[in-house]
């Protein structure tokens, strides 16, 4: 663990959003530091997603501050979140299909090369860079082949590599193994490891618990809007995260 | 931050796609383009006089005169929308340029000053009106486009039904400037102006020779710079090119202004062709325009397309027609023929796409 970094990657204090009447968070503390897994747990409706939102700067929290790396972040859009260096992996993983793995890799932030006045894609460049972000995350995926035709894993392998083009410090990931296959998980936990051992802060929202137990260092539950537990992995179970997400036991 | 890799990857358990799986080979614009070739010989030897030059010349100034308006509409059904205004847009455009052109060459308009020659100061300057008409046709297609774009962009209305209404408004419009009668290029450019529509360089039509520029300007648009890639992936996942940080708004105007471009320099080029701009001039010509687009294997859902496939689309539906008149069979079964193709060659992209 890392926490000697003196400043933690992200740094929540008293978060709270409202819909109108509908109070979806409410002064939530967290703090994420570099090289960490957390995994963030809680029942449908628990505000997981709208936490999520807030931290990649689709929503606007209604209160509370937000810093990245020691400094106060305002967002207003996602592109602002990923320019400070927050990463998201959609659940549906936002991957054009018809595309290739490397045209997706680099879909929004394509290479190019100049002449004069028109700059057309360095299709090269960015096939061997794609490569080795496959090989960094030890997937076996060719830039070339077309997304259609891959497998769940590498599809996340690509949108993995994705968050790997930036120096990405924190990357979040929605429900990364609702849809996959066992060996498929493997390789997805596989992938979150390496991104811990280069150092990337990682959040993991997920509703599978052995997932969570597998690679995460810590565990946040929510419920009703509120952080009900925020423990290192090895003092708790998943007898007792199971009570704190249904409300059988109120908070740890 | 890079880590040292323990190995290359082995690819153990991931097979390479063999080559004539992939690209062109799977793609229904090959399917179609291998039919085209069959067509061709079938037809070299069912009539003596369908390789001829006039009859080749023919064919190769026919396709021209719908090819244009696919490669616009084309860009628009790669980014999953329809455009049902380019036969209008045609119309209004090519209409637009030739009164443009009428106007500035007549002595008495109160549009333009008269020079001491008696004749008026635009004329003085060899294709200036020529040049200034056709801008003006062109700036009319890309209000309508910009329109198009913004309704569907900003305001979020379906692309079918918008491009429903513009069809009806540009024609409308068309018979409103042109109290339905349609109008002729006039004035000392005409000569130019069909001299650069219905010419030909070389013996090779000149609609034939802008169609070749277009169509490979179009495929480095769409395969070489960053824009071509966003209208692939606004085709292929919409969700997806917003989140990643796409223009999305923006490379959806743009598209459909580049679809209504198409079609205005197209009805130019018609009108040339024609020797007039009638008001009922490309009357369903987007529906030939569309057809065209889908057999050579634009995908109607989005996210496959290409200029070669616009192409070979136009030149089957060309030589089908070409056929059957040399053939002497009823032309009135072009159409029903061409329903026939449409249904064809989408069922054997289908049956392929189940195969493997």
């Known amino acids: ?252 | 931050m890079a880590m040292p890799m323990e190995s290359p990857i082995s690819f153990t358990n991931v097979g390479k796609i063999r080559w004539w799986q992939r690209g062109i080979f799977a793609s229904q614009t090959g399917y179609v383009l291998l039919a085209l070739a069959v067509l061709l010989v079938i037809m070299h030897f069912a009539s003596p006089y369908f390789f001829s030059q006039g009859n080749m010349q023919n064919v190769a100034k026919n396709f021209s005169f719908i090819a244009i308006a696919t490669l616009g509409v084309t860009f628009v059904i790669i980014t999953g929308g329809i455009d049902l205004s380019v036969g209008s847009m045609m119309c209004f455009s090519a209409m637009i340029t030739s009164m443009v052109m009428t106007e500035l060459s007549a002595p008495g308009s109160p549009l333009v000053h008269m020079a001491a020659d008696g004749k008026t100061v635009l004329a003085n300057v060899p294709g200036l009106i020529l040049l200034i008409s056709i801008l003006a046709g062109l700036g009319v297609a890309l209000i309508a486009g910009l329109f198009n774009g913004f309704c569907i962009a900003v305001l979020g209305l379906s692309p079918f039904v918008t491009t429903l209404g513009m069809l009806s408004i540009v024609r409308g419009l068309g018979y409103v400037v042109s109290n339905g009668r349609g109008s002729f290029p006039g004035g000392p450019d005409a000569d130019y102006f069909y001299a650069l529509t219905s010419g030909d360089v070389l013996g090779v039509p000149a609609p034939f020779i802008y169609l070749v520029i277009l169509a490979l300007t179009m495929a480095v648009i769409l395969h070489h710079t960053s824009f071509g890639r966003h209208v692939f992936a606004l085709g292929g996942n919409e969700k997806a090119a917003e989140l990643t940080g796409i223009p999305v708004v923006r490379v959806k105007i743009e598209v459909y202004v580049i679809c209504a471009l198409a079609a205005g320099l197209q009805g130019i080029i018609i009108s040339g062709w024609l020797g007039s701009a009638p008001a009922n001039m490309a009357t369903s010509y987007e529906l030939n325009v569309i057809a065209a687009a889908v057999i050579g294997g634009a995908n109607l859902a989005g996210g496959i397309g290409g200029p070669l496939g616009a192409i070979v689309g136009c030149v089957l539906l060309e030589v089908i027609r070409n056929g059957l008149v040399l053939a002497q069979v009823s032309s009135y079964w072009q159409q029903a023929l061409v329903g026939v193709i449409i249904i064809l060659a989408v069922l054997v992209d289908r049956v392929r796409s189940r195969m493997t």
């Open chain 1, 1 to 252: 663990m890392t926490k000697a970094d003196a400043t933690p990657v992200l740094e929540l204090t008293g978060i709270g959003k409202e819909f109108g009447a509908i109070r979806a968070l409410h002064d939530v503390d967290m703090q994420v530091w570099p090289g960490e897994v957390v995994g963030l747990m809680g029942d449908n409706g628990a505000g997981k997603s709208t936490l999520v939102k807030i931290i990649a700067g689709n929503f606007r929290p209604t209160h509370g501050e937000m810093r990245f790396a020691g400094n106060a972040v305002h967002f207003n859009r996602p592109v602002d979140a990923r320019a400070v260096g927050i990463e998201v992996v959609y659940q549906d993983l936002a991957l054009a299909d018809n595309l290739s793995a490397a045209a997706n890799v680099f879909l929004g932030r394509e290479l190019k090369r100049r002449f004069g006045p028109i700059a057309l894609l360095d299709h090269k460049a960015m096939a061997a860079r794609a490569l080795e972000l496959f090989g960094e995350l030890r997937s076996e995926t060719r830039p070339d082949d077309l997304v259609r035709q891959m497998s769940g894993g590498q599809r996340q392998a690509v949108a993995i590599a994705r968050t790997r083009l930036s120096n990405a410090r924190l990357v979040m990931m929605d429900e990364p193994t609702a849809a996959i296959s066992v060996r498929q998980v493997e390789q997805v936990l596989g992938l979150i490891h390496r991104l811990k051992e280069q150092g990337v802060a990682v959040m993991l929202i997920s509703h599978r618990m052995p997932d969570v137990f597998a690679v995460c260092d810590r565990v946040v539950v929510m419920r009703r809007g509120e952080k009900r537990a925020d423990k290192p992995i090895h003092q708790t179970s998943p007898e007792e995260v199971t009570a704190l997400i249904t409300g059988a036991k109120e908070a740890a």
